[in-house]
């Protein structure tokens, strides 16, 4: 009641009550004490009635304005969440810990279904397909860093409240998969990086390449996606990354002309940034680095496999014999054979653990 002061609280009492508006020093002659404690409880509950109606009332408020503050919070959290791909496992009592995929620069979500797919029947878990930022589905957001990329994915874990998640990323999303085990170590129960190393490495020349090649499509403004296929044809030979590249051409509903989904200045002016890794942090998790053995991204593994060690003390390095840096499309069932053989491994070490 110390929230209501006593001169309200009596203009309240004498109005319900109907009482004289002239204040008395003390008691009428004829109030016996039966009578006082009979009015002395009547006031108690009115006044108990007023402070409760005030603070029903603070209660509306601050809850009205609160929630009003929670949507625009949650709006703007929903801005950067991740957009994603479920495939459920159709096993009875699947496992607790589900798979987390997180695709490479220019990939989607899209690209990784038959293999989630595989994965969840192979494993028996749930196995979750994301698309980053700036990619597929998911809102277009500055900046576009691994920073930036582990927090939004570490965001999606908490709000889908997943249990001890393992994480699987190729490629840029396998940094970011790093990154998120480097910053948010109790989320991360164990790893998987697809042809990548936790070093400071130039991307591939082609990169850069493929984004000059989609601003010429894209300034073009062409009705026919074989007519795109034309002009990356300078760009990039192989068909196989020219069709995984137009993946992400759209065309509009409105004019029927072909755009790309992914912000293509964003992705560009950030591809120095996809080059870096954080330095000096530690991930204990079991760990598992799978890499071509044909791609360019293996020599950090040979030339400076202490950086793996010091970072990923608990880590193994496969080799994908005759791949490149899509290795997972080249040869999906043996890389769909190391990553479940992984993870059948480590959990039988754990179980023997407990």
């Not at 809850?63 to 096993?91: C, F, H, W």
């Not at 490629?171 to 990086?193: C, F, Q, Y």
Request: charged residues 25%.
């Amino acid at each position: 009641m110390g929230h209501f002061k006593s001169t309200m609280a009596n203009e309240f009492i004498k109005e319900r009550r109907g009482a004289p508006k002239k204040k008395f020093k003390g008691f009428p002659m004829f109030f016996t004490l039966e009578n006082l404690r009979t009015a002395l409880i009547g006031d108690i509950k009115l006044l108990q009635s007023c402070h409760c109606h005030h603070r029903r009332h603070r209660y509306r408020r601050h809850r009205r304005s609160r929630s009003i503050v929670e949507k625009k919070r949650n709006d703007a959290k929903g801005q950067m969440l991740v957009q994603y791909s479920p495939t459920k496992s159709p096993a009875d009592g699947a496992c607790t810990s589900p798979l987390v995929i997180c695709h490479g620069l220019f990939g989607s979500k899209q690209n990784w279904k038959a293999l989630a797919k595989a994965m969840s029947r192979r494993l028996s878990r749930d196995v979750y397909a994301l698309d980053l930022r700036n990619h597929g589905e998911s809102p277009h957001s500055l900046p576009h860093t691994y920073e930036m990329l582990a927090e939004d994915v570490n965001r999606w874990v908490l709000e889908q409240e997943l249990e001890r998640p393992i994480f699987l990323g190729h490629s840029m999303g396998g940094k970011t998969v790093m990154t998120l085990a480097m910053t948010h170590p109790d989320i991360v129960h164990k790893l998987i990086v697809a042809d990548i190393a936790p070093v400071h490495m130039t991307l591939l020349p082609e990169f850069p390449k493929y984004v000059q090649g989609m601003m010429v499509v894209q300034d073009k403004g062409l009705k026919r996606q074989s007519e795109a296929d034309e002009i990356m044809k300078d760009y990039e030979p192989d068909i196989n990354v020219r069709q995984f590249l137009l993946t992400n051409l759209k065309k509009s509903p409105d004019d029927g002309i072909y755009r790309f989904r992914v912000p293509l200045e964003t992705l560009g002016n950030a591809l120095g940034n996809l080059a870096q890794f954080i330095q000096n942090h530690r991930y204990t998790g079991p760990t598992l680095f799978i890499t071509g053995g044909v791609s360019p991204y293996r020599k950090p593994f040979e030339s400076h496999p202490e950086l793996v060690d010091q970072q990923f003390p608990n880590a193994r390095v496969e080799v994908m014999p005759g791949c490149g840096h899509w290795l997972h499309a080249e040869k999906p069932d043996l890389f769909l054979s190391l990553v479940s053989d992984f993870i059948t491994a480590s959990e039988q070490n754990d179980a023997k653990q407990q």
